[in-house]
């Protein structure tokens, strides 16, 4: 069996302001809230991380030494890249409105949704008989992919699942596919 434990690395500036992230940092807030959650973690036999400032600083804030893969990368949001969502309501409503329901689009001359689902979707066959428990530091978008592909949702439902910073989302797999596991607190 392989266990996967998703990842969302900690917050930034770019979270709390609403803009399409750059690799900006993680701030000192953001380092603390991420050992806190350390003690959630299972011990690692392999952990991944997005080749991003703020994934790898979140590894690092959780004192793990990742391999970097390109396939845990973030959506490249083109053009948009460090500018607010509503700033982009503004100047481009019809293409924020086509990237949010056509996956298969990307107006900011970027990276579709499509495009991240099938990348993370093989990073994830590729580890499907891996054994042992496996840790992903990521971004949102990655884990939202994920979790679609599990459940063979269309990529229509990209947008129904909010993932927050510092979010950790657990999958398993018996070889053959990946499922959901929502854990349990034990007494």
Known sequence: MTRLTWICHGPTAAN??????????????????????T???RHADSVFASP??????????????????????????????????AEIQQAEPEN???WMA????????????AAVCMRVNGWMREHLQSGGNIIAITHAAVIRAA?????NAPLSSFWLTDIEPLAVAHMTSNGSRWSLRFEGQTT
């Open 16 to 37: 709390r302001e609403a803009r399409f992230p750059q690799d900006e940092p993680l701030d000192e807030k953001a380092i603390i809230a991420t050992r806190a959650i």
């Open 52 to 85: 991003t400032l703020r994934a790898r600083q979140t590894a690092g804030a959780l004192g793990l030494q990742p391999e970097v893969s390109e396939a845990l990368a973030d959506c490249d949001f083109g053009r948009w890249a460090g500018r607010s969502i």
């Open 96 to 98: 924020l409105a086509a």
């Open 102 to 113: 056509q996956p298969e689009e990307a107006p900011h001359g970027g990276e579709a949704i």
């Open 39 to 41: 003690p959630r973690l």
């Open 147 to 151: 979790i679609i592909g599990t459940l």
